[in-house]
């Protein structure tokens, strides 16, 4: 880790500068509402935090957030957990994401891509028409505000209309991607008891059909609360007995009703990876994520019509219904289907250049797939509208930073490259993309507006420059409004408010610098501590899987009962690579030499697989816990693990040990 980046890997020009939104929201919101109107983007965030409630107002006027009946006040109550947002007032969020309708009628909203790569347009009339549609019927089968409907869905147009239909009659969305495997999926659905589930015959994947109709099957015997069940055959399978057919359900010429609803009622639930126990079932309101989004998409991503914002994700992860939310400002969306790699590793590039993409969002790991395979986007494809790369799920090495500037500004392009990073809990980013701040290699630009983000020690003195526990110390419109069947709150509260109370703990290390960006180093529960010299494990990853030979690794620290620390790397080997003393010696001197000598693992073993939750992200804490000896069913939820037979090498090591 490093705060000492000398100069900037990418300056916006003066007119990028002045054609941000978020330059024309300060000049505004400075004639309006009395924030500076110089010292930019930091003086900025600092009006924003210092003046929580006004800065919300200004957004929700600057976006012409309409409010059906008007707010008391922006906040009736700032405590955490439990701050109340604009009591008093009504609205929707899917009135908001089909307000383009009314000027763009005969333009795209979506594109849909599958494995073919060729984009299919549904305008905004269209979408527009079956939200109305689908709307109307599911008040028909009784569907009322508050009640739950669940979606077994790939990232497909009819998912986004699901979801804007539930949202206009006042239900709550939740969903999973039809790769979840049956417990998977009831593991979250039946905590949450939907009365309709939307759901395919199947899906496509890696140029492959995969047939989900058993699985569906016993979705649906397991799931007693159902209602109504809806099929989209697309594999073209006959509805089954006792189904709906989703043509039937979206075929009437209806102008959409929008149920209005408190600023606080529910939108949907998003689900935690759940390492131990059931998954968090977490509860966003329908205000909360309309203004922070529009915040997010609208000032930090620099979005709105004519824009074309597209990123690889699937309807399991919050980046799905991130991406929807793209709607709320205009702009046409990009739904891409399949495989991050197929026919090849340039896939994703390849969606991009067809689609016209401007705000093109991937992960760390493809960039760093795409660096290791050797691919040239910009020679190969056609990036001209390509603005903005962003990366997320994990933090992006400085390697892809520059790759990325390297290979895709190589076409002339002045490419800005947004890290961003945040949580499901918010549904949204606590630090990454500012459209007039320089990128430095390795880190994020800055803090985003109205989230005062710090890095705190453990005994809550914020930190500058040192590494610290991520915190946010005033309430974000988008945090959750509760978990599901958390009846007194208390879950809610040790999973973010027990270490510092009343502030906002994440559980990710990060480093504040001087210069006022951000750098992730991963989860703080997971932290590398030897001889009190912390270490994200990040920062292991990113200086191993350099060499050519490690595919992957894990690193894990071990607190032993003697008072000993025990650190071993596990590594997947590439193809045809060997795991010898050179490689084992290149490993440890690479680690020596870039990171810290106290840092050297104590063992590097060979294992044929690391293992990820279902959104891709590497599980250090249950590994942890399983060398401590703690029994594999205690030490992680099998559902939320894509590969438990990994586990076993693990659980075989701890006993091996012992």
């Known amino acids: 880790m490093t705060t000492e980046n000398p100069q900037p890997l990418w300056q916006p020009d003066p007119d990028r500068i002045a054609r941000a939104r978020i330059t024309r929201f300060q000049a505004w919101a400075a004639e309006h509402h009395g924030a500076p109107a110089e010292g930019g983007y930091p003086a900025l965030h600092r009006w924003s935090v210092d003046e929580l409630d006004t800065f919300w107002k200004a957004v929700t006027e600057w976006f012409d957030v309409r409010f059906s009946t008007p707010y008391a ?9 439990g701050a109340q947002w604009f009591p008093g007032a009504t609205l929707n969020y899917a009135e908001h994401a089909l307000r383009a309708t009314a000027t763009r009628a005969d333009e795209p909203a979506l594109l849909y891509v599958d494995e073919t790569h060729e984009p299919r347009p549904v305008t905004w ?39 804007l239909a539930t949202a206009a009659v006042g239900g709550v969305w939740t969903s999973c991607a039809p790769d979840f495997g049956a417990r998977s999926v009831l593991d979250r659905f039946q905590q949450v008891e939907p009365v309709v589930l939307f759901t395919v015959d199947g ?24 209602r109504a069940v809806v099929h989209i055959p697309l594999l073209g399978t006959d509805t089954p007995e006792g189904a709906l057919d989703w043509a039937s359900l979206t075929s009437a010429d209806t102008e959409p009703v929008f149920e209005q609803v408190p600023f606080g009622h529910p939108l949907w639930i998003l689900y935690s990876s759940g390492t131990t126990g059931l998954p968090k079932a977490i509860v966003q309101s329908q205000g909360g994520i309309l203004v922070e989004h529009l915040k997010q998409l609208g000032l930090h991503c620099d979005l709105g019509p004519g824009d074309r914002f597209f990123w690889y994700t699937s ?78 799920g994990s933090p992006l090495p400085p390697d ?12 002339g392009a002045d490419l800005w490259i947004a890290s961003v990073s945040g949580g499901t809990d918010v549904c949204s980013c606590f630090a990454g993309a500012v459209p007039t701040l320089p990128v430095y290699t390795g880190e994020l630009q800055a803090p985003c507006l109205g989230t005062d983000l710090q890095s705190w020690d453990p005994g809550g003195t914020p930190l500058t420059d040192e590494v610290g526990e991520l915190v946010v110390t005033n309430p974000m419109p988008s945090m959750p409004i509760h978990f599901w069947n958390d009846p007194d709150g208390s879950r809610y509260h040790d999973s973010y408010f027990a270490v510092y109370p009343g502030v906002w703990r994440h559980g990710d290390w990060i480093t504040v610098t001087s210069r006022g960006s951000v750098v992730i180093h991963g989860r703080s529960d997971s932290t ?68 810290s000598p106290r840092h050297v693992p104590d063992e590097i073993i060979e294992v044929p697989g690391i293992p990820h939750t279902l959104t891709g992200k590497r599980i250090e804490v249950p590994v942890k816990r399983l060398l401590q000896g703690t029994p594999l069913e205690k030490a992680v939820n099998p559902g939320s693990v894509d590969n438990l037979d990994l586990l076993h090498h693990f659980e075989a090591l701890a006993r091996k040990r012992a």
């Open 400 to 411: 892809g930073f520059r790759w990325l500037h390297d290979e895709v500004a190589r076409g």
């Open 315 to 392: 309807t399991g992860w919050m980046m799905w219904n991130f991406l929807v939310s793209g709607l709320l400002t205009g702009t046409t969306i990009v739904l891409y289907d399949g495989s991050p790699g197929h026919p090849d590793t340039g896939a994703q590039w390849r969606v991009a250049e067809r689609t016209r993409t401007t705000l093109f969002g991937t992960s760390a790991a493809y960039v760093m797939a795409c660096r290791k395979a050797d691919l040239h986007p910009a020679r190969d494809h056609d990036l001209s509208t390509v603005q903005c790369v962003a990366t997320t």
């Open 528 to 595: 590398l501590n030897r001889q009190g010299v912390r270490m994200g494990s990040a920062d292991i990853y990113e200086a191993v899987e350099r060499l050519p030979e490690i595919k992957e690794s894990l690193v894990i620290g071990v607190e032993q009962p003697d008072g000993g620390y025990w650190m071993p790397l596990f590594v997947h080997l590439a193809p045809g690579a060997t795991l010898d003393e050179t490689l084992r010696d290149r490993v440890k001197r690479t680690i020596r030499d870039q990171l």
């Open 73 to 81: 006040r922006v906040l009736g109550d700032r405590a955490m957990p």
């Open 125 to 163: 009339a269209e979408l527009n028409r079956q939200v109305g549609s689908l709307a109307a019927a599911l008040r028909d089968l009784g569907v009322r505000p508050g009640d739950r409907v669940s979606g077994y869905l790939p990232n497909i147009p009819q998912a986004v209309v699901a979801l």
């Open 203 to 226: 899906y496509r994947y890696g140029g492959k059909e995969h047939d989900r109709r058993a699985t569906v099957a016993e979705l649906r015997r397991e799931l007693p609360t159902l």
